[in-house]
Every structure is written in C-alpha cells, then in structure tokens.
C-alpha cells in the first residue's frame, strides 16, 4: 500500500461504532491513510468525525442491507476514484449466544446475516474498487472460527464460514493479486462482551412451555430451565473472560499488518490462547478439547 503524500491510499472498514472497528480507523488515520468508517447511525458518524478531528470519513451503511452496500460503493467510487481502495476490512459482526435448542431459526439468520452474507455482500460490491488498486481484503475472523465454544455455536459456526471464505476467496482473486488475510482473536476488551451478558440475561428470562412443539420461528424451543444453570454459570464467566481480555491493540497490529506489511500472513491468530488453541485441535482428541472449551466458559 503506498502512503507517499498526494497519493493517499484509502481503506473501507466496516463496523466501526465502537471496539475493533473504530481502534483500527482511528490508528489507521493516524498513519495518514484515507480511512472510510461504515457506521449504521448518524450519531457514530459524528462521534467519528469528532474524534479523529474530521480525518476520518464516515459512511453509513449497513452490511446486511444490499441497497445500502451498492450507495456505500457509489459514494466511494466517487471519493477515490481512479485510484480504487487499497483496503477493505469486513469487521462487522454480531455475537448471537446461547445454546443452539434456545436458539430461534431468526437469531441464527441474524447470526448469519450479518457475520457471513453480509461480508459477502460488502466485499463482492467493493471488489471492482480493490480491484483497481490492487488492494487487500481482511476478514474479522475469530479463535471461533477454529474451535467452537459451548453456547457460542451459532458465532462459531459463522465464523467457520468466514474461514472457509477466506481459503476460497484467496485462492480465486490470486490472479489479481489481491491479498486475503483473516484476523483470529482471542476475547478482547470491547462491548462485544456487554452485549454478549445482555443476550445471556435475556435468554435466562425466557420461559417458554416445555409441553409446546418448538417455535422454530419465534423463539426458544425448550424450556428454559433446562440451561438456567449453564447460563448462569456462562455469565458469570464472561467477567473473568473481560478480565484477561486482550487490549483492541493487539488486533489493530494485526489489520494493520495484514493491510500495511510487504508479506501479509493469510492468518493472524491474536493472542497466546488463540495461538494455543489452533495447535491443541490440530492435535488434541475430542473429548481432550471438550474438556478445555468448558472450563473456559466457566462450565
Ligand atoms: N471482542 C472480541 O472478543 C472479539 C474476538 C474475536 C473476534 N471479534 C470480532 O471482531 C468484530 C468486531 O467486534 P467488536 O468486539 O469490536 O464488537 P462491537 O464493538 O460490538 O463492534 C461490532 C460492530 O459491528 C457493527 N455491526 C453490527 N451489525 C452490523 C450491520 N448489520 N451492519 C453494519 N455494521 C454492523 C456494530 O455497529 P452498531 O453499533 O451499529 O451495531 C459495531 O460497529 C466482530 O466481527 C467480532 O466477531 C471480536
């Protein structure tokens, strides 16, 4: 990626209202780079704004809303014009918890929606801009998307698609070459983690009839007390997870190498229980794995 002055390169990310989305725009445009911050409200395009003192240049869109993506793609075709986008990263993405039997069939789409068709959606409408470029597309993956943590299966399972995204996606732009990296942290210290507690209350509250055939549709499909004590035990854990979380600068290092370095690595497992974890169950048996995935959910 070039950075010499009058010849600004300029990077699409995705997600950026709060945590990694918004460390990564504001260090980028710290280094100079022309950073486009996607957003869904004009409040957090203003905070962003403010916060880089208007070097940042917010676009509200939201990824999983295809007309919204195409007006994000126009406005930037307008913005860096002949020049094209150096960077895409497709960090916006939602945690859905709890255990799949609670889960309704319009969680898990959201799940889906925004973590997998909505990264589709943003990079296939962005290519023709990294295309010209030669740009290089990150992917927001997560230690989830090697080892699938109990009540996390539906985020681990979309997070496994965008693993499988990035194999094929790299292999197919190789001919243009576009680079494609995937970013795999360990937890880290955002809201993420709040939103996840709220999830799990919520679930808790939930008392659906046992007797009731299940509400694919609508809404848990169990009674609730069946997981009351997983959850809460869950719960409680997520404070220790927040405590040894890693700080957002791990992962900015990460996008920014992946973005910025001569060789970009195709992943970046962040932080020594994700580096660990990788090795475990490229090795481990099953049950050995099992056992260690529930501990770290406190079960
Ligand atoms: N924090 C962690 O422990 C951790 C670990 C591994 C991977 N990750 C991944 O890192 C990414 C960022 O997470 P974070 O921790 O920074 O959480 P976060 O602070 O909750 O950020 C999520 C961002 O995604 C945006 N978003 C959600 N749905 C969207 C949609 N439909 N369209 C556009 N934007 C949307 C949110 O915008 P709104 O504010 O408008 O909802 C927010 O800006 C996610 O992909 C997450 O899976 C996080």
Redesign the pocket.
């Known amino acids: 990626m070039s950075l010499t002055s009058g010849d600004q390169a300029a990077v699409l990310i995705?997600?950026?209202?709060?945590?990694?989305?918004q460390a990564c725009a504001l260090d980028l445009a710290g280094r100079g780079i022309r950073v486009f911050a996607?957003?869904?409200?004009s409040e957090?395009a203003e905070r962003l704004r403010r916060a880089s003192e208007g070097r940042i240049e917010p676009l509200e869109?939201?990824?999983?809303d295809e007309a919204s993506v195409r007006s994000a793609y126009a406005a930037l075709d307008e913005a860096v014009g002949r020049r094209g986008l150096d960077g895409l990263v497709n960090?916006?993405?939602?945690?859905v918890p709890g255990p799949w039997e609670l889960l309704s069939t319009d969680s898990v789409r959201r799940q889906f929606e925004?973590?997998i068709v909505?990264t589709h959606c943003v990079t296939r409408t962005m290519l023709p801009l990294i295309r010209r470029a030669v740009g290089r597309i990150v992917l927001?993956?997560?230690?989830?998307g090697r080892v699938a943590p109990p009540f996390c299966g539906a985020y681990a399972a979309s997070?496994h698609a965008l693993e499988a995204m990035a194999d094929s996606l790299r292999m197919e732009l190789r001919d243009w070459k576009i680079a494609v990296s995937i970013v795999e942290?360990?937890?880290?210290g955002?809201?993420?983690?709040d939103?996840f507690e709220r999830e799990i209350a919520s679930l808790m509250r939930k008392r659906p009839n046992a007797d009731s055939p299940a509400q694919c549709e609508s809404g848990p499909a169990a009674d609730e007390p069946l997981y009351r004590e997983p959850l809460m035990r869950i719960r409680a854990a997520s404070g220790r997870i927040r405590r040894s979380?890693l700080p957002v600068s791990a992962v900015v290092r990460a996008v920014n190498h992946a973005l910025l370095a001569r060789r970009p690595r195709t992943r970046y497992a962040v932080g020594w229980r994700a580096r660990l974890a990788v090795w475990a169950s490229a090795r481990l048996p099953s049950p050995v794995m099992d056992w260690f995935l529930l501990r770290s959910m406190g079960l």
């Open positions: 995705t997600g950026c209202s709060s945590g990694l989305g996607g957003v869904r409200k957090d869109f939201d990824v999983s960090n916006a993405g939602v945690l925004v973590n909505g927001m993956g997560s230690i989830s997070k942290p360990d937890s880290v955002t809201v993420i983690w939103k979380a």
